[in-house]
């Protein structure tokens, strides 16, 4: 177990946007023997949701959050990479992409996701933020990809949500990807309205979601090639 001190450290050096320090840190941590799911889990993960919180009661700005994202991004990678040499994340359980549409410039909640979702053994294709809904049907195709996953963090930008699944059917793609929606603004009927095949309330349950997408997907291929037999 890792020294509450230094989980507490280690939290607050990330709502400080202290980014060189957070992956000092970080690494210091798993050097001398951290657990790195212990270290995201209790210290980055509530760290991020505190900056969060600071930024909706407007104590924090839209500059430093961007600084604290991209420290959490500086997390993720020293977490994902210690996952990857220690045989935490070996097994492909699937392969998701991940986006926070056109004219959103949000994406804490989104790093989280990835980070979440890395350390359950999926494949994720990162988008970044701001993302043309061209430009995610592309990547999809091109990464093969099980499932599609987008974030809205305004009102104003939900309706890239629903663009996306039109595109989607339109280009003949819907059975092949499934399609995840998060964000603030979002609600279940919200996406039962768009067509949308899941919601996630959080980054936690964005991670069931896409599994239970991705074992739906393998089931029904599995039930296809038992017929064709």
């Known amino acids: 177990m890792i020294d509450a001190a230094l989980i ?35 210290a980055f993960i509530p760290g991020i ?84 809904i061209d430009t995610i049907i592309e990547k999809a195709v091109e990464n093969d990809v099980d499932v599609i996953g987008t974030s809205a963090l305004l009102t104003t930008t939900m309706n890239q949500q629903k663009s996306l699944e039109e595109a989607l059917k339109s280009a003949g793609y819907k059975g092949r990807f499934g399609t995840v929606v998060g964000g603030a603004p979002c609600t279940p009927r919200w996406a039962a309205r768009i067509g949308a095949d899941a919601y996630a309330e959080d980054a936690q349950d964005g991670v069931v979601k896409v599994k239970e997408l991705i074992a739906q997907k393998r089931s029904a291929l599995s039930r296809g090639a038992a017929t064709v037999l």
């Open 49 to 132: 949701n505190t900056v969060g919180d600071l930024f909706g009661r407007g104590q924090m700005f839209l500059p430093e959050l961007m600084q604290a994202a991209d420290a959490m991004k500086s997390a993720t990678d020293v977490i994902n990479e210690a996952l990857a040499a220690t045989g935490g994340a070996q097994e492909e359980k699937g392969k998701v992409l991940i986006a926070t549409v056109k004219g959103d410039v949000h994406d804490i909640g989104k790093c989280i996701v990835v980070s979440l979702m890395k350390a359950n053994g999926l494949t994720v294709f990162d988008l970044g933020r701001d993302v043309e």
């Open 8 to 42: 507490e450290e280690a939290k607050n050096l990330l709502v400080a946007q202290k980014k060189d320090e957070v992956e000092a840190i970080a690494k210091k941590i798993i050097a001398d023997g951290g657990d790195p799911l212990e270290l995201m889990n209790a």
